[in-house]
């Protein structure tokens, strides 16, 4: 008899580029990239700032604090999510500026319990031998 077992979930893997990133969640730190030229914080980690195209920028860990900008409820588990649906994907957008996404915990996946606007505070889990960050009401214990 074969043993089928249950998929992983995937691992990220970080690249020159975005290393300074999961060096931070390691650390327990959500960072963003600063321009040093016009002070946009931005998120994905590029070489460049977004806004003025200055290669002059800066790794810097961000409040950790956020709002509830949209979401959708998935009942259809991925590979290695099996007996998580419902799970709450969302978008947040950072008390800098940039906006993520992300996983919603500690909140029913219910539209009724998830307003948008709602504070949010970034916390990590592990996956793998990364950290994810993921959010959680603010005030929520971890």
């Not at 539209?111 to 916390?123: E, G, H, T």
Request: hydrophobic share 40%; charged share 20%; net charge positive.
């Amino acid at each position: 008899m074969t043993v089928k077992t249950a998929p992983a979930k995937a691992v990220p893997v970080a690249t020159p580029t975005t290393k300074p990133y999961w060096e931070g969640t390691k650390a327990g730190e959500l960072r963003l990239q600063k321009c040093s030229d016009c002070s946009h914080h931005f998120l994905y980690p590029r070489i460049r700032c977004p806004k003025c195209g200055s290669a002059n920028t800066a790794w810097v860990a961000a409040s950790g604090k956020a709002k509830l900008y949209s979401y959708v409820i998935n009942h259809f588990p991925a590979p290695g999510w099996e007996g998580e649906v419902p799970y709450v994907i969302a978008m947040v957008q950072l008390a800098e500026g940039p906006r993520m996404m992300s996983s919603l915990v500690g909140v029913p996946a219910d539209p009724a319990k998830l307003v948008l606007d709602m504070p949010l505070q970034v916390r990590f889990e592990a996956r793998g031998d990364m950290m994810l960050p993921v959010f959680q009401a603010a005030g929520s214990a971890a």
